[in-house]
């Protein structure tokens, strides 16, 4: 059974360029979170999905910011005009319709220099 | 005040001792309450839920105090493995809304 998938693992810009990071979650999986972390900092919420819906977008830190899950499945967030602030790991997680716990994906390290 | 809290540690014990974790949470409305771990550069992983009557996995105990708002994560007879990152996570969604708030993270580390 696949887990979540997100690519790519590493993804390296220079400052002002957009990227776009895409997460596939577990088949069937209903919610599609998307996190950033820092270094040394828990996970730190962006938007959240139930199926294609967007129920969520309170975390996004600005408009450059964006997320989309078109057909309830893949998600991609882009992020445009990339600012060094935006160097993180951006984890995506999926989960089961409710309260269910969710299973993240390794993450995508994002460097912008 | 955060959301959720955790003593970021570290907590550097030694083998075989037993150490406990807490985590408070403010929304009292808060449905369920889970424990991840997380190594160095990887992903959080699910170590486990917490119920409201206490749950016990090995080693490893969680409880629920509803009333005064924590969770706790206790370990016993530690093993060098168990060297990670242990983080909170508070989910306060209703219906099908799910609102999901991690803690910071408390750092373990077992030495020999």
């Known amino acids: 059974g696949a887990g979540v998938s997100q690519s790519p693992r590493y993804k390296v810009a220079k400052r002002g360029q957009d990227v776009a990071l895409r997460c596939d979650p577990i088949?069937?999986?209903?919610?599609l979170f998307w996190y950033q972390q820092a270094l040394g900092q828990g996970p730190e919420f962006l938007t959240y999905f139930q199926n294609e819906a967007q129920l969520d977008k309170s975390g996004l830190p600005s408009d450059r910011f964006f997320a989309e899950r078109p057909e309830g499945s893949v998600s991609t967030l882009k992020i445009q005009r990339t600012q060094q602030e935006d160097s993180a790991v951006y984890l995506c997680a999926s989960s089961l319709a409710g309260v269910s716990p969710q299973h993240f994906g390794d993450g995508t390290r994002l460097s912008i220099l | 005040r955060k959301e959720v809290e955790q003593d970021p540690g570290p907590f550097n014990v030694p083998e075989g001792a037993t150490v406990a974790f807490n985590c408070t949470y403010s929304n009292s409305a808060s449905q369920s309450f889970f424990w991840y771990r997380q190594d160095c550069r990887k992903e959080p992983k699910l170590l486990m839920s917490v119920y409201s009557s206490g749950n016990e996995d090995g080693r490893f105990t969680a409880q629920l105090n509803r009333a005064s708002q924590y969770i706790s994560l206790l370990i016993r007879d530690s093993k060098l493995s168990d060297s990670a990152t242990y983080l909170c996570?508070?989910?306060?969604?209703?219906?099908?809304?799910?609102?999901?708030?991690f803690g910071t993270g408390t750092k373990l580390q077992v030495i020999p």
């Open positions: 088949s069937g999986h209903v919610s």
């Open positions: 996570v508070v989910n306060s969604g209703s219906g099908g809304y799910q609102k999901v708030t």
